[in-house]
């Protein structure tokens, strides 16, 4: 595992930073209405360009966070992670 984000809660969503050695960008959150049962919950954004979308998960401990998929075509393949709740905000957990 490995943090490549660090967010706030902001107006219903979050923004936050993505860094990655190969990708640095400032990113937000934005709430959406579910439109389907697989709908997203959030549309992730690097300034006006889309880039990824998010899902509300509950662990198995009963805890809440979002499943993150990023892409772009500067990436070589999606990024798959979770935007978790900890003490000093909300991290971005990469796991491969």
């Keep these: 595992m490995a943090i490549i984000g660090n967010f706030t809660k902001k107006e219903g969503g979050y923004q936050g930073t993505l860094a990655t050695l190969a990708v640095k960008a ?56 979770r935007l978790i709740e900890t003490d000093q905000g909300f991290a971005l957990i990469w796991n491969r």
């Design 26 to 81: 400032k990113l937000s959150f934005a709430p959406v209405a579910k439109t389907g049962e697989k709908s997203p919950d959030f549309r992730i954004h690097a300034g006006t360009a889309e880039i990824g979308a998010a899902w509300s998960m509950t662990s198995k401990d009963g805890k809440p966070y979002l499943s993150v998929k990023l892409d772009d075509p500067s990436f070589p393949a999606p990024i798959l992670a």
